[in-house]
């Protein structure tokens, strides 16, 4: 999926080395301050220097999410940076409002105002091959690096979709990693990119047991706020 997450966490020099960790919804998923599960219910706390309100008041980032109970996590740092998580029951919603930082980097780019220097292929060689040494990981286990291709699966560019993304890409691009990138922008842009992650919770809720899968079960159990769904 192109817009979604299944976890975040907010550490470094701003909140003076404390992590912030937020998880969705499913499996008792926590939002946590250095380990320490903090906002179990819509409230404030803080986290070091970090400010943190969870509610149901906030911006809809995905559209595709209107129908579920809303569940947002806002969070102020220093330097006026503000973090928005939306959390859905298998996965999150990620939105940053910060101004420009000097020597700031990621995976969108870092900010100077300069799209030419932030296509994927040069966002990775600035970052070199992720993280490296156990010592750097933030999440408990490391998360292998996926590089783009020329290549795009059926399943993200089906065939009638595919000569339409070239087409347009080519007009400004040529080849490579760039190439690949656009085709996928240009795919997943006529749909709702969350939507394989969303189940029908009304679609068989009267046999849900023996008819849903585990999957639909866990997404259910919480978007309907335990009615159906839950073991």
Same mark, same amino acid.
């Given at each position: ?7 975040l ?11 912030i960790e937020?998880?969705?919804?499913e499996?008792?998923?926590q ?7 903090i906002?179990h ?6 986290c070091?220097?970090a ?11 995905d559209?595709a ?11 102020t740092?220093?330097s006026g ?8 029951p ?5 939105m940053?409002?910060?101004?420009? %930082?000097p020597?700031?980097?990621g995976v969108?780019g $870092?900010?100077n105002?300069?799209? !030419?220097?932030?296509s994927? /292929?040069?966002?990775?060689e ?5 993280v ?5 990981l933030?999440f ?10 020329s ?7 089906p ?6 993304a070239?087409?347009?890409?080519k ?6 990693w ?9 795919c ?9 992650? %969303?189940?029908?919770?009304k679609?068989g809720?009267? $046999?849900?047991?023996?008819g849903? !899968?585990?999957?639909k079960? /866990?997404?259910c159990?919480?978007?309907t ?7």
């Open positions: 999926d192109y817009a979604s997450m299944t976890g966490i907010v550490s470094g020099s701003l909140i003076n080395g404390r992590k937020i998880a969705p919804m499996n008792n998923g939002i946590t301050c250095d380990g320490r599960a906002l219910g819509f409230g404030e706390d803080s070091g220097a400010k943190l309100k969870y509610g149901a008041d906030g911006m809809l980032i559209s999410m209107s129908s579920l109970p809303h569940r947002i996590v806002h969070i740092l220093p940076i503000i973090i928005q998580a939306n959390r859905w298998n996965f999150m919603n990620l940053i409002t910060m101004r420009p %930082i020597g700031q980097d969108c $870092n900010n105002y300069d799209k !030419s220097d932030d994927g /292929k040069q966002v990775h600035r970052f070199g091959q992720g490296q040494h156990p010592s750097e933030l408990k286990n490391k998360i292998p690096l996926q590089l783009p291709t290549v795009l699966p059926t399943k993200k560019c065939p009638e979709k595919r000569h339409h070239e087409a347009t890409c007009d400004q691009l040529s080849g490579g760039a190439l690949a990138e656009c085709m996928s922008d240009v997943a842009g006529d749909h709702p990119v969350s939507q394989p992650q %969303i189940y029908d919770c679609a809720e009267s $046999n849900w047991r023996a849903w !899968s585990t999957g079960k /866990k997404f159990c919480v978007a706020n335990g009615h159906a769904g839950c073991q």
